[in-house]
């Protein structure tokens, strides 16, 4: 034995107990390890999932399928997945190479992009066949610059379900937390100084044209009477009370649905301000055919209106000049089944082009 060897007593190994918490359950987020580690949970997941829900702390990737019968990845090939994420589009495209050519893979968020290149890590996918950067997909050129042009590439624009799980990112008016909403929460300001940089009018505008939100000059005029009275706009909570105060006058019957829509809408609109989204995906699409192999093929998953409408344009434009040799002709749409499984996928559009 070691100490009989050495003549020295080993340290004592101590077991490391989750932290206590009161009730049966935890309900601090912090204290949810099941949500810190879902994967451990097979049993928990598919429970979850069963019942059309995203397990807490973990992301469903979206339309995979059609995805893949588009990309038509082959053994050997280069790809760019611009939107990391959770990475299981990217798993599922690495499993397309079996072992043969490499994926570049980009994101932004250095608390996420770090945990995913582990997960993929321990599946086998190490620095040979997978480059992970902390880099916003707008650069995507410097990384053509340095690997070379693409056979495949996919952009997911929406959020990952982990930064909305995580009441500490304050992407969500379900949890309170700050009003944060950075994709990077290292880089920019965050939504609640966004709020006290604007006036009343652009918030409004704002609104109106990130999210098309039709209750955008009551909910401006409520956010800034109570900043202005001296209540700190500074919580997802408070942003939140805002708004149902904002439509508080609506009938009693359909307030909660509306509500909850403005809601959403107003964190959307708040959260492509803050993270540029707009401006960061145009000068992606701008830049996106010359990253692109001839014949190489191009896929994006847009979650809003005015997401579809940039790519839409971009890429009729494109073919128009002869630039993409097809595009898809309509919008495709996750099944009927995806969305029952994935409440999530429901808003989901997605459109391709391939390169002449």
């Not at 429970?47 to 995805?67: C, D, F, L, W």
């Not at 379900?174 to 652009?202: Q, V």
């Not at 145009?282 to 990253?291: G, R, S, W």
Request: hydrophobic share 35%.
């Amino acid at each position: 034995m070691a100490e009989e060897r050495t003549g020295e007593a080993l340290p004592e190994r101590r077991h490391k107990r989750r932290k206590h918490y009161s009730g049966k359950y935890p309900k601090r987020f912090e204290e949810k390890y099941k949500e810190h580690d879902p994967e451990k949970y097979a049993d928990t997941i598919r429970h979850v999932i069963r019942k059309g829900s995203t397990p807490a702390g973990m992301h469903i990737s979206i339309m995979v399928n059609e995805i893949l019968d588009f990309l038509q990845i082959r053994p050997g090939q280069q790809g760019l997945d611009a939107t990391l994420g959770y990475g299981g589009h990217t798993q599922r495209m690495l499993e397309c190479l079996q072992g043969r050519g490499h994926i570049y893979a980009l994101d932004v968020d250095p608390i996420e992009s770090a945990k995913t290149k582990k997960r993929l890590e321990k599946l086998g996918y190490g620095e040979d066949i997978l480059t992970v950067k902390l880099m916003n997909f707008e650069n995507v050129d410097q990384v053509a610059a340095e690997a070379g042009k693409f056979d495949f590439v996919l952009a997911d624009l929406g959020v990952s379900s982990m930064q909305i799980d995580d009441p500490s990112r304050g992407f969500s008016y379900k949890t309170d937390g700050p009003l944060d909403l950075r994709m990077n929460p290292e880089k920019g300001c965050s939504a609640a100084r966004r709020l006290r940089e604007i006036t009343k009018e652009e918030f409004a505008g704002m609104l109106a044209e990130n999210s098309d939100e039709p209750y955008a000059e009551e909910i401006a005029e409520s956010v800034f009477s109570l900043m202005r009275r001296g209540d700190p706009m500074d919580t997802t909570t408070a942003l939140r009370r805002a708004v149902e105060s904002a439509l508080a006058r609506l009938p009693g019957e359909g307030r909660k649905e509306a509500v909850k829509k403005s809601c959403q809408r107003t964190f959307q609109a708040l959260r492509i301000d803050v993270n540029s989204e707009f401006e960061v995906l145009y000068a992606f699409l701008e830049k996106l055919p010359d990253v692109l192999k001839p014949g190489g093929r191009a896929a994006i998953l847009t979650f809003h209106s005015g997401e579809d409408r940039l790519v839409k344009k971009s890429f009729k434009e494109c073919k128009r000049a002869g630039i993409y040799s097809d595009i898809s002709g309509e919008v495709i749409r996750p099944t009927a089944e995806e969305c029952r499984i994935n409440g999530r996928a429901r808003s989901t559009k997605m459109r391709w082009a391939v390169r002449s």
